[in-house]
């Protein structure tokens, strides 16, 4: 029995939260595989943008992470960090989110140096794929902080406007690639 056999036959035993990833998930390979290496915006601007956002991120979310492991709160002109940091779900079975997020980042930074050396596209495209997954995520925990914690943390916010913009980069990837297809 293959993964979408599986799938289409547990669907209903799936949690809707990870329906939706698997949905978005399938529209972004879907989109992602249309894109034409020709693409000036593929070439080099997506990869660069990944590359830039990437290694700022992974600055950010690794600053958080050691801060945590040395039970440190970081300076925070929002007065709101600690709140943010010490919550419930700032960390997933005792490992802090901003670790999560430094993988998260590292592997988007790791993609687009592959891709950078070997042109192939299909780096860019888990890349592409990562990062939409990312913004998923981005989009539930500005969620929690907005309503549940109520309290906003300006590195995780930081982070946010990074993943934000990388998933910008995804949208405009795959509408230049779809205009490209229909000319």
Not at 24 to 36: D, E, H, P, T
Not at 49 to 55: E, P, R, T, V, Y
Not at 103 to 128: G, H, P, R, W
Request: hydrophobic fraction near 50%.
């Amino acid at each position: 029995m293959n993964l979408k056999t599986l799938l289409n036959k547990n669907w209903r035993q799936i949690p809707k939260w990870s329906r939706l990833t698997l949905r978005v998930a399938r529209l972004v390979n879907r989109g992602s595989s249309i894109l034409q290496p020709s693409s000036a915006w593929v070439k080099s601007g997506l990869p660069i943008l990944f590359l830039i956002g990437g290694f700022i991120g992974f600055l950010d979310s690794s600053y958080l992470s050691v801060l945590h492991y040395k039970n440190v709160i970081p300076p925070c002109s929002l007065g709101e960090c600690e709140t943010v940091l010490t919550s419930k779900y700032s960390a997933i079975g005792g490992i802090p989110v901003s670790l999560f997020g430094a993988f998260y980042y590292l592997a988007v930074v790791i993609l687009s140096v592959l891709y950078l050396d070997t042109k192939q596209i299909e780096y860019l495209n888990v890349a592409m794929s990562a990062v939409t997954l990312g913004f998923i995520f981005t989009l539930w925990f500005l969620y929690l902080q907005a309503f549940v914690i109520k309290a906003f943390c300006e590195y995780c916010l930081l982070s946010a406007g990074i993943t934000a913009v990388l998933f910008i980069g995804v949208l405009i990837a795959i509408a230049r690639s779809g205009e490209r297809e229909h000319n």
